[in-house]
């Protein structure tokens, strides 16, 4: 199962010059730039775990994709994320994420039913990788 979260989910993975292409646009745009991971790709898991901090000042995307590819290489099998941040308006705002690094295998999920009082009938959804292994042990 691919998960489909961000921009440009429903395209084929993007290589590193559309990559590097994405993240001109967001610096054109005077946007900063973040890098985050995650072995939950739950839909409202959205704080994903930093890595390093948010590039305020970086202005060179060829900087920021050196920032992805050590992300790639210190955590290769799980998801990773670029997030572009619009700060005009006084608060952090994401205006831009894509995914930019997939687990070889992606664990998918799996559709939880809770019968509750009044026979109402509750559903959730939660990945297969929280069920079978904690976290950090995931893939």
């Known amino acids: ?73 210190t955590f290769p099998d799980q998801y990773i994320r670029v997030t572009a941040f619009d700060s005009t308006h006084g608060t952090e705002s994401v205006v831009l994420s894509f995914i930019v690094n997939r687990p070889k295998q992606e664990p998918g999920f799996r559709l939880i039913r809770t019968e509750e009082p009044g026979r109402t009938l509750r559903y959730s959804i939660e990945s297969y990788a929280v069920a079978h292994r904690p976290e950090g042990a995931r893939y």
């Open 1 to 73: 199962m691919r998960i489909t979260q961000g921009t440009f989910s429903f395209l084929p993975d993007l290589s590193d010059a559309q990559i590097t292409r994405q993240l001109e646009y967001c610096l054109d745009k005077g946007w900063a730039v973040g890098v985050e991971y995650t072995d939950d790709p739950h839909p409202r898991n959205t704080f994903w775990e930093m890595h390093g901090n948010p590039m305020f000042d970086l202005k060179d995307a060829a900087g920021i994709l050196m920032e992805i590819n050590a992300c790639r290489k």
